[in-house]
């Protein structure tokens, strides 16, 4: 790859051209960068997160601020070509497709029906008023995780002879979901767009868990005993489609 020349490098810098620090950043062709100042990186990263759009530049603690710019618009190409690369993000209105449990429904919309959503045929069937209708799909799919996860996960925690203090939903980017020490499981509400595998394999990760709380060769028996069978599908579906999950119901 050519390098590029500096100039693609927005001369606003919001830094000293000394060290970089944690939260510094710089337009690289019109597009943010955030560095990540690492004492255990060994070399210069770029990184794109596609459930955020953000692009991460991970700089070694010695690597001078001016050096990691040029590298980083040496890379200016490729950069672009993975934001280009990102699905679109779906906005939640009338005939958009959104996922439940791996399959797409279409958003059926008529303002004479109720505001309950219902599901028939591959359909999200909604009324009421069109303003506020992504929102109340949106509380929806919330409501319908947080029964769902709760229900299977307080079901295979007993299975395993645990005890689960509270179950909840939310909104990570970082994870699809996260144990705590007393108890308390978290979720991204986002699985129960994905298929049923996927969501039972993360419900069988974070219950194994509260028995082994590493990823040591005894919690992966666990997890693949408690799921009844191999995760590893569920953990390469995400890698591969959890991604676009994140653009659901958000607007560019």
Not at 121 to 149: F, H, S, T, Y
Not at 228 to 251: N, S, V
Request: aromatic letters at 6%; proline letters at 7%; one cysteine or more.
């Amino acid at each position: 790859m050519k390098p590029a020349s500096s100039s693609i490098i927005s001369s606003t810098v919001i830094f000293s051209p000394g060290r970089p620090r944690a939260a510094d950043a710089f337009t690289l062709g019109g597009v943010a960068v955030t560095f990540c100042v690492s004492p255990r990186a060994r070399r210069l990263r770029l990184r794109v997160d596609p459930r955020t759009r953000t692009v991460l530049l991970t700089v070694p603690r010695r690597v001078s601020t001016r050096r990691a710019m040029a590298w980083a618009a040496g890379h200016r190409d490729w950069v672009e070509a993975a934001l280009a690369a990102i699905p679109a993000a779906t906005p939640i209105g009338p005939g958009a497709k959104v996922p439940l449990h791996g399959r797409l429904h279409s958003v059926d919309w008529s303002p004479g029906r109720p505001r309950r959503i219902e599901v028939a045929d591959g359909r999200l069937v909604a009324g009421g008023p069109i303003e506020g209708l992504e929102a109340r799909v949106l509380r929806w799919l919330k409501a319908r995780a947080q029964a769902l996860l709760e229900a299977e996960t307080r079901a295979v925690a007993d299975r395993a002879g645990v005890a689960i203090a509270r179950v909840g939903v939310g909104d990570p980017v970082s994870r699809w979901g996260s144990c705590s020490a007393g108890g308390t499981i978290r979720y991204s509400w986002r699985l129960v767009m994905a298929p049923d595998f996927v969501r039972q394999a993360t419900v069988a990760h974070e219950v194994a868990h509260l028995v082994h709380m590493n990823h040591s060769p005894e919690f992966h028996a666990l997890v693949e005993l408690l799921l009844g069978r191999d995760p590893k599908p569920a953990r390469a579906w995400l890698r591969r489609e959890g991604a676009a999950l994140h653009r659901i119901g958000k607007a560019e």
